[in-house]
């Protein structure tokens, strides 16, 4: 990625109202990015499997909560980039456009 010459801050309030946009959107990429789709990723994954065991062996309880949480363990290495692509998507479309975060400003969880 080629580095673009960014202008100075108008005034120490411009600077401020900058950094707090930064600070958010890192904030919101975080949280969603590594807390709230993996989280409910994973989570319905666990339940797909779960139900999906229940109605398709004869497995004991003890082995579908296994297998489900074996499930849910396995899934998670395949779900970091599309999540992390999602979420970039998701705010460049949302919440950069408003604060005018611009790309090379944005914070790189990943």
Request: net charge positive; proline share 5%.
């Amino acid at each position: 990625m080629v580095n673009k010459v960014t202008r100075p801050l108008a005034s120490e309030a411009d600077r401020r109202t900058h950094v707090l946009h930064v600070s958010v959107d890192t904030l919101l990429w975080q949280a969603l990015a590594s807390v709230i789709v993996p989280g409910f990723t994973i989570n319905r994954v666990c339940a797909a499997t779960f139900w999906a065991l229940g109605r398709g062996s004869r497995l004991p309880l003890a082995a579908r909560k296994r297998l489900t949480t074996a499930a849910g363990l396995a899934v998670i290495p395949l779900i970091v980039r599309p999540i992390d692509v999602l979420v970039d998507a998701t705010l460049d479309r949302t919440y950069r456009k408003v604060a005018h975060v611009e790309p090379d400003e944005r914070s790189r969880g990943h």
